[in-house]
């Protein structure tokens, strides 16, 4: 399997800036770890959606997988308590 390529939408890119400096390196780590498995271990599947979330911390990241094109979209970041809403 080949790697992935990773596209944060702008409402991706607004959450990471309201993420504590503290967190946010672990955070972009773990994104730039789907490239090479999109599907890890510790990822779910989203009921109802085609989507799938990651954990760091008390954060979460939402994205979808599309196989055909090898993309992999990064749809919203957030804190655990806000994230599904």
Known sequence: MGS?????????????????????????????????????SSSEKLAGQDSYRIRQGDYRTVYTVDDDRQLIEIVKIGHRREIYR
């Open 4 to 40: 992935y390529s990773l596209f944060l939408k702008k409402s991706a890119e607004r959450d990471l800036r309201k993420i504590p400096q503290t967190d946010l390196q672990r955070i972009i780590q773990r994104i730039k770890e789907l490239a090479a498995t999109p599907r890890p």
